[in-house]
């Protein structure tokens, strides 16, 4: 499972590495922005 965040939310990133996600990868948005996300893996149940 994989779940995207921006690099600006840190209580997230540490929610969902609390929640067992693994920090893999970053990706450029499309958007106007052209936002940064970190992406988050975890093994599904």
């Given at each position: 499972?994989?779940?995207w965040s921006d690099v600006?939310?840190?209580n997230a990133?540490?929610?969902y590495q609390s929640a067992g996600f693994?920090?893999?990868g970053d990706r450029i948005c499309n958007?106007?922005?052209k936002s940064r996300e970190f992406?988050?893996?975890k093994?599904?149940?």
């Open positions: 499972m994989r779940a600006i939310l840190i990133h540490r929610l693994v920090k893999n958007d106007p922005d992406g988050f893996w093994e599904p149940l």
